[in-house]
C-alpha cells in the first residue's frame, strides 16, 4: 500500500496550492481519507478529513480557506489551499484509514496509512 502526496511548493502569501495524494495497492472507496501537516518544532496537527461517504471536518486554521474532496475512484484524496499565510508553512501528509464508518476522524490514531510528505511553504 502506498500513498503519494505532491502538488507542494513555494508560494507567496494570499496565493493557491493543490495538494493532491493517490493511494494505490487496495481500494480505498470505503476508507476515511485526511490531510495532517507538521511544522518544524511543532507537533503534527490535523487539518482536513473526509469520509468515504463525503462528510468532512476541519481545523480551525482551514476553515473558509481549505475544501477537501475525493477523486471518482476514491483512491484519491485533494486540498485546494487558498488565501495561504505563512503560518501554514509546513510538511502536508496524507493518510487514510482501514475500512470506517462514515466519519471525517480527526484525530490521527484512526489512521492507518500515512503518505511521505510534501512541503508546503509560504513567503510573506
Known amino acids: 500500500v502506498q500513498l503519494q502526496a505532491s502538488g507542494g511548493g513555494l508560494v507567496q502569501a494570499g496565493g493557491s496550492l493543490r495538494l493532491s495524494c493517490a493511494a494505490s495497492g487496495r481500494t480505498f472507496s470505503s476508507s476515511g481519507m485526511a490531510w495532517f501537516r507538521q511544522a518544524p518544532g511543532k507537533e503534527r496537527e490535523f487539518v482536513a478529513a473526509i469520509s468515504w461517504i463525503s462528510t468532512t471536518a476541519y481545523a480551525d486554521s482551514a476553515k473558509g480557506r481549505f475544501t477537501i474532496s475525493r477523486g471518482n475512484a476514491k483512491n484519491t484524496v485533494y486540498l485546494q489551499m487558498n488565501s495561504l499565510e505563512p503560518e501554514d508553512t509546513a510538511v502536508y501528509y496524507c493518510?487514510?484509514?482501514?475500512?470506517?464508518?462514515?466519519?471525517?476522524?480527526?484525530?490521527?490514531?484512526?489512521?492507518?496509512?500515512w503518505g511521505q510528505g510534501t512541503q508546503v511553504t509560504v513567503s510573506s
Open positions: 493518510a487514510a484509514t482501514i475500512p470506517s464508518g462514515g466519519y471525517a476522524y480527526t484525530s490521527h490514531l484512526q489512521y492507518y496509512y
